[in-house]
């Protein structure tokens, strides 16, 4: 059985930081794209960063460059988030996605992330 479970979310005042676990299982996690997907409350989907199969490949949404840091332990069959500075904008539901062509396409259950003074 698939498994992408998510852990690490919770409340951060902002300025501070916090970091995203993904622990997958079910499925070759290190011949998969992996991504990491918000949803902010009342709002679409919204990719914020991206990492190939061997981590030589990263990208980030423009807004959180600098601030988050996606890597991957192929070993561990988990992928990370570091979140810095982060502030009320961050404030969503990040799920972790695994991409593997259109048939192998994954998700998680999602963790709640609240920036809040």
């Known amino acids: 059985e698939v498994q992408l479970v998510e852990s690490g979310g919770g409340l951060v005042q902002p300025g501070g930081s916090l970091r995203l676990s993904c622990a997958a299982s079910?499925?070759?996690?290190?011949?998969?794209?992996m991504r990491w997907v918000r949803q902010a409350p009342g709002k679409g989907l919204e990719w914020v960063s991206s990492i190939s199969s061997g981590s030589g490949s990263t990208a980030y949404v423009d807004h959180v460059k600098g601030r988050f840091t996606i890597s991957r332990d192929n070993a561990k069959n988990t992928l990370y988030l570091q979140m810095n500075s982060l502030n009320v904008e961050d404030t969503a539901v990040y799920y972790c996605?695994?991409?593997?062509?259109?048939?192998?396409?994954?998700w998680g259950q999602g963790t709640q992330v609240t920036v809040s003074s």
């Open positions: 079910g499925f070759t996690f290190s011949n998969y794209f």
């Open positions: 996605e695994a991409v593997a062509g259109p048939s192998y396409d994954y």
